[in-house]
């Protein structure tokens, strides 16, 4: 009776209700009370792990699944040069644009000491990862059009030797998902989204709007941009020119970086306005968003979380600095939703500071309070994102975070899982699964441990981000959130199974 009155009032407040049963639990499920997703930042499976033993990586790289075409359809004779450095500015040893001219048309390892010898501690230039560019660089499936529609020319193809990292030999120990894809196409903000709601943030009227120059100008087959007349016609000769390169689609649907309607926002509030709000006259201050999240459901059914922000605090304090700790205000999903507003219970209870350096979500973990179903956002210099901080910082940081957790309490029954939120714009040599319009995008690395892993093994399930709302949602007997239905009918739709839930990875008491 009180899960019907909750969810009338959650109807109540301007929620779907379409919303489906739960599949049926797997025996052996209940044996996990914990579950920790750690959400990283912006890494290509084959970027990170393309060398990892027993996985689908660089060793199944052959010219006919790497060679990159130009704009024209023609193969390029050489990678563009790393427009503009590849290594950030500031950053020592700096790589210019000059030294990256005439690399060969393929992979090539970034960290080489015969090459460029820029290794893991050092922050690269940052590339493009958008909605629309994402699948013109995917092209159908061929992935040949990375360099093509990138702002980084030939960074695209690099790729590191992953067994120097932390996570790396946690992943040897443990399970490495190697058909792992981002939830949708594009970049860190629609792909938090995936990650709490499966759904695309709407701008309603947008060409009503302050947001009306925002709107993408988009081809007719509905996944490119209209280039510019003054476009370069190679990728030889310079970076893409698009007639407008939007952060919402023609039909309104934000696809590209916004700013949370609620503070902390990247824009100040209103002059006149609540202090506790961003500005909505901005052109990207996002409208408060009303879909359903995995929370709510939580929630209606009794089951603690909630999400730790790293440097949630001193964003809010406005004491964030780049680069420590650069924390990014549109990696907040939550805070997008009316039902998180300022002053919610909701918000006080699930809406929680990580800490600087991830300290008060350490404290949690160390003393046995995590809740039921948690999920860690490290801060901008911990996340391993290209362009504002370097891959090593952020991965030994995350290892960190998993020795504790291996310590904690509730570690006996408890599943992690690390995955990155997309792929940075790094090129991967596998194909995404055809499903519907919004995705799934590049591969990406993700990591299953649990004293219930198939220890040791490399995990071929097709998943991807919403693959962790499928576990939430089976674990916990949830309703199916609607955007996880129509993903999996789109993908039957294309003669492909449905998303795994990382059931797969794990080793079950029955």
Same mark, same amino acid.
């Given at each position: 009776?009180?899960?019907?009155?909750?969810? @009338?009032?959650?109807?109540?407040?301007? *929620?779907?209700? =379409?919303?489906?049963?739960?599949?049926?639990?797997?025996?052996?499920? &209940?044996?996990?009370?914990?579950?920790?997703?750690?959400?990283?930042?912006?890494?290509?499976?084959?970027?990170?792990?393309?060398?990892?033993?027993?996985?689908?990586?660089?060793?199944?790289?052959?010219?006919?699944?790497?060679?990159?075409?130009?704009?024209?359809?023609?193969?390029?004779?050489?990678?563009?040069?790393?427009?503009?450095?590849?290594?950030?500015?500031?950053?020592?040893?700096?790589?210019?644009?000059?030294?990256?001219?005439?690399?060969?048309?393929?992979?090539?390892?970034?960290?080489?000491?015969?090459?460029?010898?820029?290794?893991?501690?050092?922050?690269?230039?940052? !590339?493009?990862?958008?909605?629309?560019?994402?699948? $013109?660089?995917?092209?159908?499936?061929?992935?040949?059009?990375?360099?093509?529609?990138?702002?980084?020319?030939? !960074?695209? $193809?690099?790729?590191?030797?992953? &067994?120097?990292?932390?996570?790396?030999?946690?992943?040897?120990?443990?399970?490495?998902?190697?058909?792992?894809?981002?939830?949708?196409?594009?970049?860190?903000?629609?792909?938090?989204?995936?990650?709490?709601?499966?759904?695309?943030?709407?701008?309603?009227?947008?060409? %009503?709007?302050?947001?009306?120059?925002?709107?993408?100008?988009?081809?007719?087959?509905? #996944?490119?941009?209209?280039?510019?007349?003054? &476009?370069?016609? &190679?990728?030889?000769?310079?970076?893409? %020119?698009?007639?407008?390169?939007?952060?919402?689609?023609?039909?309104?649907?934000?696809?590209?970086? @916004?700013?949370?309607?609620?503070?902390?926002?990247?824009?100040?509030?209103?002059?006149?306005?609540?202090?506790?709000?961003?500005?909505?006259?901005?052109?990207?201050? *996002?409208?408060?968003?009303?879909?359903?999240? #995995?929370?709510?459901?939580?929630?209606?059914?009794?089951?603690?979380?909630?999400?730790?922000?790293?440097?949630?605090?001193?964003?809010?304090?406005? %004491?964030?600095?780049?680069?420590?700790?650069?924390?990014?205000?549109?990696?907040?999903?939550?805070?997008?939703?009316?039902?998180?507003?300022?002053?919610?219970?909701?918000?006080?209870?699930?809406?929680?500071?990580?800490?600087?350096?991830?300290?008060?979500?350490?404290?949690?973990?160390?003393?046995?309070?995590?809740?039921?179903?948690?999920?860690?956002?490290?801060?901008?210099?911990?996340?391993?994102?290209?362009?504002?901080?370097?891959?090593?910082?952020?991965?030994?940081? $995350?290892?960190?975070?998993? =020795?504790?957790?291996?310590?904690?309490?509730?570690?006996?029954? @408890? !599943?992690?899982?690390?995955?990155?939120?997309?792929?940075?714009?790094?090129?991967?040599?596998?194909?995404?699964?055809?499903?519907?319009?919004?995705?799934?995008?590049?591969?990406?690395? =993700?990591?299953?441990?649990?004293?219930?892993?198939? %220890?040791?093994?490399?995990?071929?399930?097709?998943?991807?981000?919403?693959?962790?709302?499928?576990?939430?949602?089976?674990?916990?007997?949830?309703?199916?959130?609607?955007?996880?239905?129509?993903?999996?009918?789109?993908?039957? =739709?294309?003669?492909?199974?449905?998303?795994?839930?990382?059931?797969?990875?794990?080793?079950?008491?029955?």
């Amino acid at each position: 009776m009180k899960r019907s009155v909750a969810l @009338m009032a959650l109807l109540a407040a301007g *929620l779907p209700a =379409a919303l489906t049963p739960a599949q049926a639990q797997t025996p052996g499920l &209940s044996a996990i009370d914990t579950v920790v997703v750690i959400f990283a930042e912006n890494r290509s499976f084959d970027n990170l792990y393309g060398n990892f033993p027993g996985a689908n990586g660089l060793q199944n790289v052959t010219p006919a699944n790497s060679t990159q075409l130009d704009r024209d359809g023609s193969v390029l004779k050489e990678l563009p040069p790393v427009w503009n450095n590849l290594t950030a500015k500031g950053v020592t040893p700096v790589v210019t644009q000059a030294q990256t001219e005439h690399l060969p048309n393929k992979p090539f390892a970034i960290d080489d000491p015969k090459g460029f010898n820029t290794q893991l501690g050092v922050t690269t230039h940052d !590339l493009w990862h958008l909605f629309y560019q994402n699948q $013109m660089q995917i092209d159908g499936g061929k992935n040949d059009k990375f360099a093509a529609y990138a702002d980084a020319g030939g !960074l695209v $193809m690099g790729h590191y030797d992953g &067994s120097k990292l932390p996570l790396w030999n946690i992943a040897k120990d443990y399970v490495l998902a190697d058909n792992f894809f981002q939830g949708a196409f594009g970049g860190s903000f629609l792909n938090h989204f995936e990650l709490v709601c499966a759904c695309v943030p709407v701008y309603p009227n947008a060409d %009503k709007s302050p947001a009306k120059d925002l709107i993408a100008a988009v081809e007719p087959d509905g #996944v490119s941009l209209t280039l510019a007349a003054n &476009s370069p016609k &190679s990728a030889l000769e310079g970076i893409p %020119k698009f007639v407008r390169n939007g952060q919402i689609s023609p039909d309104f649907y934000a696809v590209n970086t @916004m700013q949370p309607p609620y503070q902390p926002s990247n824009n100040k509030p209103a002059p006149e306005g609540d202090k506790r709000f961003a500005d909505p006259s901005k052109p990207n201050t *996002l409208p408060p968003q009303h879909d359903v999240t #995995v929370g709510d459901l939580l929630s209606l059914k009794g089951i603690s979380w909630a999400w730790y922000a790293g440097a949630w605090q001193a964003a809010l304090d406005g %004491k964030n600095a780049k680069p420590v700790p650069n924390f990014q205000f549109h990696h907040q999903p939550f805070n997008f939703f009316a039902q998180y507003a300022p002053g919610t219970q909701a918000r006080a209870d699930h809406l929680k500071d990580g800490g600087l350096g991830g300290v008060e979500f350490i404290k949690a973990i160390d003393d046995g309070h995590l809740p039921q179903v948690t999920f860690y956002k490290p801060q901008g210099n911990l996340n391993a994102h290209a362009g504002y901080t370097d891959v090593m910082s952020g991965d030994r940081h $995350m290892a960190d975070v998993i =020795a504790h957790l291996q310590k904690s309490p509730q570690w006996p029954h @408890m !599943l992690i899982v690390l995955t990155y939120d997309e792929n940075g714009g790094f090129w991967d040599h596998v194909a995404p699964p055809k499903a519907d319009r919004w995705g799934p995008g590049s591969r990406i690395p =993700a990591l299953i441990v649990s004293p219930f892993a198939k %220890k040791g093994t490399v995990d071929h399930t097709q998943y991807d981000t919403t693959s962790i709302l499928r576990f939430i949602t089976k674990r916990f007997d949830l309703p199916e959130l609607p955007g996880l239905a129509k993903r999996d009918a789109a993908l039957r =739709a294309n003669g492909l199974p449905p998303m795994g839930d990382l059931t797969a990875a794990l080793s079950l008491p029955q």
